[in-house]
């Protein structure tokens, strides 16, 4: 699926950069194209899944109180 962004009248180049990026990294586009652009092993995978759990885990048994 292609991202789209049409220019509006007198609508300065920057600003709809501005918009385009912003459409990509709300859609993760961009972050799976870095973690695309290097081979990385399933157990490293595996390894870096489990670490975000953990993560994510302790934040909410902090915050659950």
């Known amino acids: 699926m292609p991202i789209e962004i049409k220019i509006r009248k007198n609508e300065p180049i ?3 950069l501005r918009r385009m990026k912003k459409k990509l990294e709300r859609e993760n586009i961009i972050k799976g194209v870095r973690a ?3 081979y990385e092993k399933p157990c490293e995978k595996r390894r870096r899944k489990e670490k975000v759990q953990a993560f994510t885990q302790m934040l909410r048994r902090r915050y659950a109180e």
Do not use: I, S
Request: aromatic letters at 16%; glycine letters at 0%; hydrophobic letters at 15%.
């Open 14 to 16: 920057d600003r709809a």
């Open 36 to 38: 695309k652009r290097y």
